[in-house]
């Protein structure tokens, strides 16, 4: 909804959203600061090299959600919840959010009317259509729609998918997800495929990944090149090396780095995400690679109990960081090289100080813009033994 005024963008609904805390800041400032606030983060380790930006910073969030409801009038409602709440505000296109995702978003809208589907209501527990998820290739054009409904059935379910792909013929799959508890989870465990193969591919890197409905990918793809790019460099990799991909995802770090290694073990905890990592190897034709649902931790103490050498770790930990058992048994293990990959950098300065403590310092780190407008800092660092 953002529309530019000169050079400022106004958006009418920034102030309930919060998504974007930096709308009105030109993006030159925006990388600015963010550089210098990384800079000072990691004085006490490391000079940090200059932030990696975006040349079109726009619409680059390839993975859109958008909550159902209904206004007072019993209107169809689409959009973000208002911060810290459950209240839905009306969105309809959004500055960083991909453009065909927030089309198809209003189009499934327009067509609840017709099929008297109504959008649930948290409140009273009426009403089917929960969420929307819609994620898209950004390098193949696929694109996935979920539709999460709060009961299996959807009414003329044939002819609702015969609708919506005809306003987007561009979709290649739909979904049917079913969340019936009262969660703040936006999907729930049931899947049913209604069109398509029920995810999409994208490439990164010269490799074909493979995203279900709840994998975890990144959500700007052309910055994720970049940063994967940076972990290869730092990994330095000659051929021989035993690596690992700790929070490997779907695989993506792990199966890049394949190439240039002499083994590979990626470990995961989310059971799909696993499942996709396995079909993505086969899918790359890629035979030095192994992964496992495990906690990342675990795995890594069972390696290092068990005299296992590793040669270069890679750690990609959601926002909360690693684990102590984790530094603790990477310690153990004294891998080379760890190139440690954080969307936050508060827990990695925590971590960091852990393994800087036992052996390791922190040779190289790089700010790499994934998330324009908003205040978010993600970055690579490589650490090596001392
Ligand atoms: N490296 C991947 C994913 C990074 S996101 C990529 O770049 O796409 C972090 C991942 O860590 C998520 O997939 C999440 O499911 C996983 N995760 C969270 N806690 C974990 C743990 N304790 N052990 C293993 N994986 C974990």
Not at 155 to 179: D, G, Q, R, W, Y
Not at 273 to 292: G, H, S
Not at 322 to 336: C, H, M, N, T
Request: hydrophobic content about 35%; glycine content about 8%.
């Amino acid at each position: 909804m953002a529309e530019k005024q000169g050079n400022k963008k106004v958006c009418p609904v920034s102030s309930k959203c919060g998504g974007c805390q930096w709308i009105n800041r030109p993006y030159g400032e925006q990388l600015q600061s963010k550089a210098v606030r990384f800079r000072k983060m990691m004085e006490p380790f490391c000079k940090t090299e200059g932030i990696i930006g975006m040349e079109e910073p726009e619409h680059y969030r390839c993975k859109v959600h958008a909550a159902f409801g209904e206004d007072r009038k019993h209107n169809a409602i689409s959009g973000i919840y208002e911060e810290r709440s459950h209240r839905i505000v009306s969105v309809d296109s959004c500055l960083i959010e991909n453009e065909k995702a927030d089309a198809i978003v209003v189009s499934v809208r327009g067509l609840l009317k017709s099929f008297k589907i109504r959008p649930y209501n948290e409140d009273t527990g009426y009403g089917l259509l929960r969420h929307v998820l819609v994620r898209v290739g950004h390098a193949t054009g696929q694109i996935l729609v979920v539709l999460v409904l709060s009961s299996p059935i959807l009414p003329s379910k044939n002819n609702f998918v015969k609708a919506l792909l005809k306003l987007h013929p561009e979709i290649t799959s739909i979904v049917i997800n079913v969340n019936d508890r009262n969660t703040s989870m936006v999907l729930g465990e049931r899947e049913q495929v209604v069109y398509g193969k029920g995810y999409i591919e994208d490439r990164l890197c010269g490799k074909v990944f493979r995203i279900s409905p709840k994998s975890f990918y990144q959500v700007n793809p052309v910055q994720t090149e970049k940063l994967y790019g940076k972990a290869m460099e730092y990994a330095a990799l000659t051929g021989k090396e035993t690596v690992l991909d700790a929070y490997c995802g779907t695989g993506t770090i792990g199966l890049i780095a394949s190439e240039y290694a002499g083994r590979v073990i990626g470990v995961e905890l989310n059971g799909d995400a696993v499942r996709d990592a396995r079909m993505n190897a086969k899918q790359n034709q890629v035979k030095n690679i192994e992964f496992y649902q495990n906690d990342a931790g675990r795995l890594l103490l069972q390696m290092a109990e068990q005299g296992e050498k590793l040669d270069v770790l890679f750690m990609d930990p959601p926002r909360s960081g690693s684990s102590q058992e984790f530094l603790d048994a990477a310690v153990r293990i004294r891998p080379g090289r760890i190139v440690y990959i954080s969307c936050n950098p508060e827990t990695l300065v925590r971590d960091l100080k852990i393994l800087t403590g036992q052996g390791y310092r922190v040779e190289r780190s790089v700010a790499v813009d994934m998330f324009p407008f908003t205040e978010g800092i993600e970055s690579v660092s490589l650490l090596t033994k001392k």
